[in-house]
């Protein structure tokens, strides 16, 4: 059974930066097709970030310039850097596939940005 724990999460003024952490752990785990979702209130839960097959970073218009996702292989983890982050982008971020069958969801990190 895999694991995601994210963390890194916070309360920033806007234009300001964090960094999340997802760390995967249990068995057979891999990083591979891992990717960031943030949900806002009264709204469905969004991919905004992913890497393609080929391994190519792809991001949600929305973020895009702004969002820069790697993988971690000492950590196992795929983390999230945020910069000239915006009210907007007050969400609870959680990471997980981006496709096909999703293991369980992790708590999340609440992000907050203060206008």
């Known amino acids: 059974q895999v694991q995601l724990v994210e963390s890194g999460g916070g309360l920033v003024q806007a234009g300001g930066s964090l960094r999340l952490s997802c760390e995967v752990s249990?068995?057979?785990?891999?990083?591979?097709?891992i990717g960031w979702y943030r949900q806002i209130p009264q709204r469905s839960r969004e991919l905004v970030a992913r890497f393609s097959i080929l391994g190519d970073p792809i991001f949600v218009d929305d973020v895009r310039g702004r969002f820069a996702i790697f993988k971690d292989n000492t950590k196992n983890s795929v983390d999230l850097q945020m910069d000239n982050l915006k009210p907007e982008d007050t969400a609870v971020y959680f990471c997980?596939?981006?496709?096909?069958?999703?293991?369980?969801w992790g708590r999340g990190t609440q992000v907050t940005v203060s206008s």
């Open positions: 997980n596939r981006d496709s096909g069958r999703l293991y369980a």
């Open positions: 249990g068995s057979m785990t891999s990083l591979e097709g």
